[in-house]
């Protein structure tokens, strides 16, 4: 079967035109009154871009518009077994309400018996931490300019009361032209209010606030804390807190005072010092006023944050890239393996939760579904 849900229902809409006994057959469908979902037989998997937990991500182009798409596949037998049932469908919830230039945009999400299916930009550049990696770490331009961008989306989240939780290199994505996308929200939660407060521990621990520990609820400061700490491995190529990825947290670590390179910009050591504060209230970014609180500090004297929005500023560095096809930027460690099939995988079953409301696609690619010729589309779902 194809792609569509009530696909007969589609079809007559978009019959109508052609329809020569029908008076109104010039009549353009409304676009909102048809329903159209995608699937995963709508799709041509091309090569493994990365491996999580529960999951893994592909690169796959969507046969209708042979467009390249990113593909979260989670499996629902893991997500039952640790209880993330409902942190997954709020990091769909999540994604449909963000519009942020710096943001990943999901395009559709939808699901079987075995998977969840999150399908989202391809951003081609690859990820933050292959580039550090590579790099060791950044001139103080480059830095200033993915910072910048990096603070515009917290901004943006933290102003529709959403905390991220999970800002580190591997969730700091590069586009084509250079620009930063942040996408996994699997540890994102939406408070109530600005007043509200969130209480589970979660995250990476390089990078976690040290307010999470102390169990009386945090707000959406935790995440100045870990932009504090990507400033600092940006600029030192180190973690400011070297904390054991799997060893227990030690809150003393925290209280140590943080020693910086003598090279070190003044205004970044400021700058970092004032986001890596241990009280929360009064941590640079606490507050209203938090995100313009940081955008005034010296360290962003030179940028125009209209310019930065708009994309205006000329990234420092563009990825190389040859074609749309180009995985320089990935591991080969994925990319060198097979695509699997994931409806033949032998270590998933079947799991009889069914995601309620998980079903989505976004209004730009259904507008440019419906501008299809009916009968391509037919072709393509039988």
């Avoid at 871009?49 to 209708?64: D, E, M, N, T």
């Avoid at 409902?86 to 449909?96: F, I, K, N, S």
């Avoid at 938090?290 to 708009?310: L, M, Q, S, Y």
Wanted: hydrophobic content about 35%; proline content about 4%; charged content about 30%.
């Amino acid at each position: 079967m194809g792609c569509c849900h009530k696909k007969r229902k589609k079809n007559v809409l978009l019959k109508k035109k052609f329809n020569d006994d029908d008076e109104d057959q010039n009549e353009e469908p409304d676009v909102n009154s048809i329903i159209i979902r995608l699937c995963y037989n709508d799709f041509i998997p091309l090569k493994l871009l990365g491996r999580g937990s529960f999951g893994q991500v592909v690169l796959a182009r969507l046969k209708i518009n042979n467009k390249l798409y990113a593909m979260k596949v989670l499996d629902k037998s893991l997500l039952k077994n640790r209880h993330q049932e409902l942190h997954t469908q709020a990091e769909r919830d999540l994604m449909v309400k963000i519009h942020c230039p710096f943001i990943v945009s999901i395009k559709s999400a939808f699901q079987d018996e075995k998977y969840l299916y999150l399908v989202s930009d391809f951003v081609q550049g690859g990820d933050m931490y292959f580039h550090m990696h590579e790099a060791h770490k950044f001139s103080f331009e480059l830095t200033q300019f993915y910072i910048s961008e990096i603070v515009l989306a917290l901004e943006y989240l933290h102003k529709n009361n959403m905390v991220y939780r999970d800002l580190k290199p591997e969730n700091i994505l590069l586009d084509a032209k250079g620009h930063i996308k942040i996408t996994d929200f699997g540890l994102s939660k939406m408070l109530n209010s600005s007043k509200d407060k969130a209480f589970t521990i979660c995250g990476t621990p390089q990078y976690l606030a040290p307010e999470m520990f102390i169990q009386k609820g945090y707000d959406c400061c935790v995440d100045w804390w870990s932009l504090g700490c990507l400033i600092y491995e940006m600029l030192t190529g180190k973690l400011p807190f070297p904390v054991k990825r799997e060893g227990k947290i030690d809150l003393n670590l925290y209280k140590k005072k943080l020693q910086f390179p003598r090279h070190l910009n003044e205004d970044a050591i400021d700058l970092i010092s004032k986001l890596l504060v241990m009280d929360p209230k009064k941590r640079l970014g606490a507050g209203k006023d938090g995100a313009k609180n940081i955008k005034n500090h010296p360290f962003f004297e030179e940028i125009e944050w209209a310019d930065i929005w708009n994309k205006r500023i000329i990234p420092p560095f563009v990825p190389n890239l040859e074609n749309e096809l180009d995985l320089k930027y990935f591991d080969s460690q994925f990319t060198d393996e097979p695509v699997e099939s994931f409806t033949k995988n032998p270590r998933s079953r079947e799991v009889s939760y069914e995601y309620k409301n998980f079903t989505y696609v976004t209004e730009s690619v259904k507008n440019e579904l419906m501008t299809i010729p009916t009968e391509n589309m037919e072709n393509n779902y039988n």
